[in-house]
């Protein structure tokens, strides 16, 4: 044969020639004989076989240049004369190869077989193309692109064609093809070929779908690289197309695992980790996409041979350290993967425990990690290890005590991964199925007591410290310990060793000269005890301790670092010298996966006795075992100690708002109960009111929770289940709180809703609570009592069906003897009739009681009995409940009611008999309540009349409840039912129906018709409330003269209770009638103003809310005494005022004013839980349209005020959370204009600063900067004070990054002018200051004495102190609050004369501190008066671009400016609120002076 068949590049290679007898492709057929040349191959084919290749390889060669022209029939011709070639021609040579004299055609046989494989890979690669092209025509040519795919699919199947073509190839290259060469080396371009094309066919992305496709293309290449040298192209290509294909990471990680297990070619994967480790980390952390395919493929491989990546692991540990946190968190779980398959087995040796742990701490580092994702990624790391027991035990310590740590993580998913950590540990946990701590620790110190009871002259030691020295004190010695014995083998290196040994006594023992050497140590003589070492070695070199340890190399340390044999010797000195300091009982040193457990030679030292004879060896045996146990007990109480410690954290976590923090926290604590943790049980009643979240996850877990651990009881009958149940129950309600229990009665209706609580637990509710079940105790008889109220909340039926039962035994004997069975009997009976308003349209009748039930009358007995009783402090809680069932349950409750307050009276006036009896009133109705009066006055005791007041006040609130709700409620059922029936009337009537329908009509018209006839009734209800309950002539407005009498005098009336009670019954008179409560608000705020005891003003802050809901505009003049309640002494005061102001403002109750800086100060109160409320309620403001925006310049002018006593960090403090609601621009805007106006009134030094700092809070846009210039002239004066220097230098350098080039200008600028007017500043203030000082000094000098003298008056002048708080406290016990209404701009400020010559002498006028205010709130004056042309000029433009938001500027206005209009309604307030706050006189004997 003449020609070579040389491998081209690319396609036009063959056309022309570029060597000596190189094969050139002659012509290039065009596309319509391309058909007419393939058919002619066929015949040359079975004629010649696979050598006609060489005739009409041009054919072929053309059907690849018009490929996307020829037809598909010719295309699959081609293609099958192709394989049939191939075929033919792997069966001839397998003959010929085996034959040496069928060589003699090799150059032929070359030349055919690189022809058939080039034609083969090149058309396999241009169908390979072609099929990924249907997706796109598809979407350009519609329904035709996909029924063409269809029918060439169904007529040719290029994917079976493709796993041909690759087998054909496999069978083909298994051959001993290299023999065709010469030399016998095949060549590269050969062997590229045919990767190339397979790794063309692996970029697509349907690769994985075909297993035999996938299976024979690996293969394939696994060939190329045993046989053809293929391994480093091989690891290149792979790092490649992970890079570009990220579909490829699971099918390539399957191929390099077929390539190693068929065909042995291991050295792929450290060629492959050779090329990734030597990757560049900046180019990991820039190509995300592909450093993610990398660490996700590196995983995947250590899952199917993790065994071959250890040997090179070393190469991988560089991106550890680097900047992609991908690539980190891949190698950690390569990390783990190694240590759970290859390096947890049993029976490892030094080399594998060592490099085990040295993965193990790569891991322990990296859950310090600076990225969230590392940190999450090595938690999930160390949980796989967990679940597969692959930690050692002495490491768990330590992973569980960094896991604490990440419990409080800033990310969650670091915190979602570290509880599901501690959870596992406690699951997999290998010491007990219950961790009681306390128990333990019993248990612990009961067998230490007899561990030390059988060892009894030696220390209590297992950690094997035998001689006091401890691991601190040696490595405070080992860096000057190190660098003698480095220097010592220097020394060595160059003089005679045998010069610096030191002579060892013939009589010396080794634990003599341990004992000398430790000595040595100890005294700092070093050198001494080195030269004693080596001696001793050299004398007894079989001793274990002196026996050099050989080194131990692992992978980590890499493949071609190689030790320092100095430093070997340096590493051996130092192990042996610790070894004898710490006297390590002369052992190997034990795994770190093995339990620290003594063998009997060390027992038969700590004991010193030798072990002869069988008893001894049985004491030993018996030291030993109890020795473990100790050991195991000790582990055991640091586990429960360390899951103990994670309570708390976890708990915090379930006020969360993350919702995976909250979901991990229940199920550890579901997991924590089960395993006995005593503490867990605070979180399991935590994550009870989880029950309200409004998260429907939450909440189904919360739900199944509580079902998993109380409702699920395994084992047993039916009613043994039940009674678990109960018993499980009936804790949760033990020592539980309100709140508690709202939420457990929330849980049962969930539970009673799905049917999860069996019937005959209910029926064990009722044994328990009638104590016929057996060793039922009081507790348990009233739990079950409470959990029968609850699951009838959600079936009534289980209460109505038991009446008599709960009434004879709720309110019977038991029920006088225990006020808190009565009170919770009340509450059970409650829940026979539905919570809430009755639904009118339902036309149900209510479920009512006779007056004369013996529910009522047992109820009346047990009151008036017990009224007399102060020892039973629960009367008051039963009371309350007892009017409620009344009120609720009785037909006619008020008659009812009547009767008790009357036999209570009559039993004070029983208590005060011997006294002299008064006599009057207007009629005899009233008698017996002016006897209770007068008895009351001289001998009743205090805490009987505290009752009856109390009991009083609570039947006044349920009437007006009864009247508005239940009375008002059953006229419209009955109107409704009337309707009705009308409706339902006779045809008879239809005429009379029309005729009365026009009536109707005109009634309507008139507002005379149904709606109207509801409104009177409503207007007869609220007539009645107002003028007859409380102040009419009736039993209660008897009782009211008494009851302000008591609030009236609280010298004569001191008793705290008494005092309690009496007010919290005014404040529910006052409910009733705003008559009533408008005549005695004063006394009210006095009362909450005055009262020492915190309960009192904790609960009047509580009415008051209520008052203010039902009398808002009796309230209003009274708001700012309201927000002083936020400065009171009491946190709780405190907590509850703020409470009440968020709902009030809130639901828009209360207008937003100036005092709303009296909530924001809140922010920074001592108490957390009283600061939390103030966020949250600026967060919930925040979403009411512009209301922060409209307080804030008021707001920062009162908390600026140096008066108002707010420290300057905690004011910055207030401003940072409160300034981050203003998101708008042109609420900025405008704050910074108003802002700007503000520092013209300014007049201590502090205010300037605190403006400029909120100024600097503001996200400033390009409008807020040239606001900012505009208004240069307002601040520029105050530019020499560096903190306001300071805020606006940080606003322009700010500005400077956003600022577009025209900006730019403006910007540079404003920082010159800024700097100028520092500058200036600085100097002047200097110059003032000096020429002050020396005028003084001359001022001094020529008035000499009469200076001082003046001075001295002048001071003596001015000491009063003018009070500017309306709602400042008074000391005198006897004045009494008034209210502080509003001022209007205009009205003149009152001012306080505190002495003498304070109007009269000008010099000892004390000159009162400037504040900020807002002028639609009660300040004392209003000082930001802004030049009025700029200020009338800016406000004006303001309002015309701002009238879509409600911004208020009316603070930025004249003050002393006043419309005609204003002026009159000013009059006209003046007078009516001098009229209002005329205080109470002082009162004599309990009587009211009318004002």
């Avoid at 409702?711 to 149940?725: A, K, V, Y």
């Amino acid at each position: 044969m003449s020609f070579e068949f040389v491998l081209p590049l690319s396609h036009k290679d063959l056309l022309q020639s570029r060597g000596t007898n190189q094969y050139v492709v002659e012509e290039v057929y065009p596309a319509r004989q391309v058909p007419d040349r393939v058919y002619g191959c066929k015949t040359a084919l079975r004629t010649e076989g696979p050598s006609m290749i060489l005739d009409h390889f041009d054919g072929f060669y053309s059907l690849l240049r018009h490929f996307n022209e020829v037809k598909q029939e010719t295309k699959e011709d081609a293609w099958e004369l192709l394989l049939k070639a191939q075929q033919q021609l792997t069966t001839k040579l397998s003959s010929l190869l085996d034959d040496p004299e069928g060589q003699a055609n090799a150059k032929q046989h070359l030349n055919t077989l690189k022809m058939v494989s080039y034609l083969l890979c090149q058309t396999a690669e241009a169908f390979e193309a072609d099929a990924c092209k249907p997706s796109t025509d598809t979407t350009v040519r519609g329904g035709r692109g996909r029924t063409k795919s269809k029918k060439t699919a169904a007529g040719w199947d290029w994917e079976a064609e493709k796993e041909r073509f690759l087998q054909g190839m496999f069978h083909l290259l298994q051959l001993e093809v290299w023999r065709l060469w010469d030399p016998p080396i095949v060549e590269e371009e050969f062997v590229n070929l045919v990767s190339c094309c397979c790794y063309k066919l692996l970029e697509n992305p349907l690769v994985g779908r075909n297993a035999g496709t996938k299976e024979a293309l690996f293969s394939l290449l696994g060939l190329l690289i045993k046989r053809y040298n293929h391994t480093l192209g091989a690891s290149l290509k792979i790092i490649q197309l992970l890079q570009h294909f990220e579909h490829l990471v699971s099918p390539m990680a399957q191929g390099v695992q077929t390539i190693v297990a068929q065909f042995g070619a291991k050295n792929i994967v450290s060629e492959i980790m050779r090329e990734l480790g030597s990757l560049d980390p900046y180019d990991l952390a820039r190509d995300n996409s592909g450093t993610r395919s990398y660490a996700a493929f590196l995983v995947e491989l250590s899952e199917k041979i993790p065994s071959l990546m250890l040997p090179s692991i070393s190469l991988l540990l560089c991106h550890l350290d680097g900047e992609s946190y991908t690539m980190r968190n891949g190698v950690l779980g390569v990390l783990g993967e190694i240590v759970i398959q290859v390096l947890s087995k049993d029976g490892l040796d030094k080399k594998a425990k060592n490099t085990r742990d040295q993965l193990l701490d790569k891991l322990e580092d990296h859950i310090h990690d600076i990225n969230a994702f590392s940190r999450s990624r090595v938690l999930q790391v160390w949980l796989h290890l967990c679940r597969e027991k692959a930690i050692p035990l002495p490491r768990q310590r330590s992973v569980m005590s960094l896991t604490l740590g990440r419990l409080q993580d800033k990310s969650s998913i670091v915190r979602k991964n570290a509880v599901q950590l501690l959870s596992e540990f406690l699951t997999s946990n290998p010491f007990a199925a219950k961790l009681p701590v306390n128990e333990l620790e019993a248990t612990l110190e009961k067998e230490e007591e007899k561990l030390k009871a059988m060892m009894p002259d030696e220390p209590l030691d297992i950690s094997g410290d035998v001689h006091g020295k401890t691991e601190e004190m040696w490595q405070a010695m080992e860096p000057e310990l190190t660098t003698i014995v480095m220097e010592h083998l220097e020394e060595d290196a160059e003089d005679d060793e045998e010069e610096d040994c030191q002579e060892i006594p013939e009589d010396a023992t080794v634990e003599s000269i341990n004992s000398t050497i430790r000595e040595l140590l100890d005294k700092s003589q070093h050198r001494q005890a080195l030269r004693l070492l080596r001696s001793a070695r050299s004398s007894w070199p079989d001793y274990k301790l002196f026996i050099e340890p050989t080194p131990v190399f692992s992978p980590l340390d890499g493949e071609e670092e190689d030790e320092d044999e100095a430093q070997v010797t340096q590493a051996q000195l130092l192990a042996t010298l610790k070894a004898v300091y710490l006297g390590e009982k002369q052992q190997e040193p034990q795994d770190s996966d093995s339990e620290e457990v003594l063998n009997l030679q060390d027992v038969n030292k700590l004991t010193g006795k030798a072990a002869e004879g069988d008893g001894v060896e049985s004491v030993v045996n018996e030291l030993t075992k109890q020795q473990v146990l100790v050991k195991y007990l000790q582990d055991c109480v640091t586990f429960a100690a360390q899951i103990q410690q994670a309570v708390p954290i976890l708990c915090e976590l379930l006020s969360s708002k993350i919702n995976s923090d909250v979901l991990e926290a229940i199920e550890f604590f579901v997991r924590a109960h089960e395993f006995g943790v005593m503490s867990a049980l605070e979180g399991i009643r935590r994550m009870m009111v989880l029950v309200w979240s409004k998260e429907q996850g939450v909440k189904d877990a919360v739900v199944a929770a509580y079902k998993r651990l109380y409702l699920n009881p395994q084992g047993g009958t039916q009613r043994s289940r039940s009674l678990t149940i109960v018993k499980s129950l009936m804790n949760l309600t033990f020592g539980a709180r309100l709140g508690e229990l709202t939420s457990l009665e929330e849980l049962l209706g969930e539970f009673m809703k799905s049917d999860d609580v069996p019937a005959q637990a209910i029926q064990i509710l009722w044994e328990h609570f009638t104590k016929k079940h057996s060793n039922t105790t009081e507790e348990e008889s009233k739990a079950a009592l409470v959990i029968l109220g609850m699951t009838a909340g959600a079936d009534m039926s289980i209460v109505r069906s038991n009446i008599d039962l709960l009434v004879s035994e709720g309110l019977g004997e038991r029920g006088q003897r225990d006020f808190i069975l009565a009170r919770d009997t009340c509450l059970a009976l409650l829940k026979t009739v539905k919570a809430g308003k009755p639904k009118v349209l339902d036309g149900e009748e209510p479920f009512r009681f006779p007056a004369d039930h013996q529910i009522f009358t047992r109820l009346s007995t047990i009151l008036i009995t017990g009224v007399s009783d102060l020892e039973k402090v629960h009367w008051l809680p039963l009371a309350e409940q007892a009017v409620n069932t009344i009120y609720r349950l009785a037909e006619h409750p008020d008659t009812v009611c009547g009767d008790i307050v009357k036999k209570l009276a009559a039993a004070i006036i029983k208590a005060g008999q011997s006294d002299e009896v008064t006599q009057g009133g207007e009629d005899g109705e009233t008698q017996p309540e002016q006897e209770g009066e007068s008895s009351a006055s001289t001998s009743c005791p205090a805490g009987v009349l505290s009752r009856f007041l109390a009991f009083s006040g609570h039947v006044a609130l349920a009437q007006l409840v009864h009247l508005d709700v239940m009375v008002s409620g059953e006229m419209k059922r009955r109107h409704n039912i009337q309707d009705k029936e009308k409706e339902k009337k006779d045809p008879k009537d239809a005429a009379k129906g029309s005729v009365s329908g026009e009536q109707a009509s005109i009634e309507d018209e008139m507002g005379l018709g149904g709606a109207a006839v509801e409104d009177a009734e409503a207007e007869y209800i609220r007539k009645i409330c107002e003028s007859e309950l409380v102040t009419g002539h009736n039993l209660l407005s008897a009782i009211r003269p008494l009851l302000v009498m008591v609030c009236s005098n609280p010298v004569k009336y001191n008793e705290p209770g008494l005092r309690a009670a009496s007010s919290l019954a005014l404040a529910k008179f006052m409910l009733v009638s705003s008559d009533f409560c408008e005549a005695h608000l004063q006394l009210l705020f006095t009362i909450l103003e005055k009262a020492p005891q915190p309960v009192i003003r904790a609960n009047l802050i509580i009415a008051l809310g209520d008052l203010t809901f039902r009398f808002p505009n009796l309230i209003e003049p009274w708001t700012p005494n309201l927000y002083a309640r936020l400065r009171d002494s009491s946190s709780h005061v405190r907590k509850n005022t703020l409470m009440v102001l968020t709902h009030l403002i809130l639901n828009d109750m209360v207008k937003v004013k100036g005092q709303i800086s009296e909530m924001a100060s809140c922010i920074v109160d001592p108490e957390e839980r009283i600061a939390a409320l103030a966020k949250l309620f600026f967060f919930e403001l925040s979403k009411k349209g512009n209301a922060i925006y409209n307080v804030m310049p008021d707001m920062i002018s009162r908390l600026s005020d140096p008066e108002n006593g707010m420290d300057q960090e905690q004011f910055k403090l207030i401003m940072r959370y409160v300034f981050a609601f203003i998101q708008k621009d042109r609420q900025a805007e405008s704050l910074v204009e108003k802002l700007c106006h503000r520092f013209r009134a300014t007049r201590t030094d502090r205010q300037p600063q605190d403006l400029a700092f909120c100024l600097n809070l503001l996200n400033m846009s390009e409008k807020c900067i040239r606001r900012l210039q505009e208004n240069f002239a307002c601040f520029a004066d105050k530019l020499h004070d560096t903190e306001v220097y300071s805020s606006f230098s940080s606003i322009l350098s700010k500005a400077k990054k956003f600022a577009k080039p025209e900006m730019k200008v403006i910007v540079d600028d404003f920082e010159q002018k800024l700097n100028e007017c520092h500058t200036k500043g600085v100097d002047d203030e200097a110059v003032v200051e000096k020429a002050s000082k020396a005028s003084a000094a001359a001022r001094a000098r020529a008035n000499g004495g009469r200076s001082a003298a003046r001075k001295k008056n002048g001071k003596r002048r001015g000491r009063g102190k003018s009070s500017l708080d309306s709602d400042e406290e008074d000391e005198d016990e006897d004045t009494v609050a008034t209210p502080a209404p509003s001022r209007r701009p205009g009205q003149t400020p009152r001012q306080t004369t505190v002495g003498k010559t304070q109007g009269n002498n000008k010099k000892g006028r004390r000159v009162r501190a400037v504040t900020f205010s807002s002028d639609e709130d009660d300040s004392d004056d209003d000082f930001f008066v802004a030049d009025k042309g700029q200020a009338g000029s800016k406000e004006s433009s303001l309002d015309s671009t701002e009238e879509e938001e409600d911004m208020s500027d009316s603070e930025n206005r004249d003050p002393n400016r006043q419309t005609p209009q204003e002026h009159g309604k000013m009059k006209r307030l003046h007078n009516t609120k001098e009229k209002t706050k005329t205080p109470l006189s002082s009162q004599r004997r309990g009587q009211v002076r009318p004002t």
